[in-house]
């Protein structure tokens, strides 16, 4: 809903939300490491491989519910259970301020 | 891989993998600052302008921290932007690569510098306040108007729509206050604050008796900081650092001695913590005359005291021993004489009643001594300061 970093309200994730990671969130990939990293203030996070393929597709025009359904195919999975998954992942990481939408 | 893996994996980086090079650099780019704040962690002994490495040479070390594989720079003083070749810093580092956060006084920059900042590539601003209380802030600081100028700091940041962190080190003189200095940090726009109790270290140490908070004040300001974490969930990130004297155990300082930061000081010593020069026997580099990489992974210093091996007991056989790798070296030194013993803040340490003894002494007196301001040739008056 919101689109600068000082957000003064909560961001509610639907399936309908369009995700994106601000832009001093940065999403990076270390090959010394052989992993991903998400890069923010004061922070490093270690997104696992689910994690890192959502985050991939949070582009501020894909909806939630189009993310999941490429995972639900890419890994063979029920859409409810990757929707529901999905929409919690990204509101923890809207309350920790790696996503906005 | 059929099942979405449970997401509470992504969390914060502590795997072993990090170890093979630092996460975080913290460049201590000078020692000056306009503030006097008494609680400062830069050492007692501060170097002076004519020692600073120069702007190649901190360039280069950005260059060295990316290719090491560094993650993120702390620009740090002292005050940063008392450099002027700041801008120069920044821009070599964002090219390289690097997550580039700026922890500031706010009190020196101006708005055109933070945009040019910000159009090179720095990614974040840290903007530490003493009190929201003018005449407390300016007690705090030795400094007058502070308060004014971080507000209109503030307004650049949101109106650049920059990511901000409010960081508010707590003490005795302004724990009362967190309530309204949570609120500051909502109506400055931050969207994260550092709520930190006070480590007791370097100008904080000697000027401990001044400084802590009585055990009763931490526990309310815990239960602040949870009622406000719930209240501004989505809107503001909490950090609560609590104070050790008050803890059974200790921290993880640094995450590991030589395992996730790195710190090279203004005159180019690289250190695992900005506390370690104050342990004697450890042997400091400097970047004039070796590489940051050759430092990390074979500098006495930090090998001195990086995994387990240096430990004896009760850290040797404590369970938690690569947990928390027995607190603190720095603070184990400063309280016990021994760099190798336990550090007081452990329930374990035979010196932990003593330590809690100390704060609260010290936290009950009703009449604190005053301040020790930071400032060069300070800590040897040891005197009031006007």
Redesign the interface.
Known sequence: MTTTTAQRTRTIITEASLPALPNHIKLRHDAGRGRWHVLAPERVFEPDEIAVEILKRCDGATPVSAIAGVLSKEYNAPLSDILADTISMLQELADKGVVKA | ?????P?E?????T?D??A??P??LLAELTHRCPLQCPYCSNPLELDRVNQELTTAEWQDVMRQAADL?I??I?LSGGEPTVRKDLEQIVEVAAKA?L?T?LITAGVTLTRDRLKALQDLGL??V?LSIQDVDDANAEKISAYKGGLEKKRELGKW??EF?????VNAPIHRHNIENLPNIINFA?EL????I?VANIQYYAWALKNRASLMPTRAQVLRSAEIVEEAKERL???L?F?FVVPDYYAKTPKPCMGGWGKGIINVTPQGRVLPCHASEQIPGLEFDNVKSKRLADIWLNGQAFNKYRGTSWMKEPCKSCPKAELDFGGCRCQAMAFTGDATNTDPACKFSPHHAEFVAAAERESANPNPPAFVYRRLGGAKSGAETE
């Open positions: 891989m059929n099942e979405i893996a997401f994996q992504f969390s914060e980086a795997a993998s990090c093979r090079a996460i975080g594989g993650l993120q702390h690569g997550y956060n990614d974040h840290q940041v949101r729509s920059m990511p901000l962190t909502v726009g931050a969207d994260r550092e969930k989505g809107v990130v950090d």
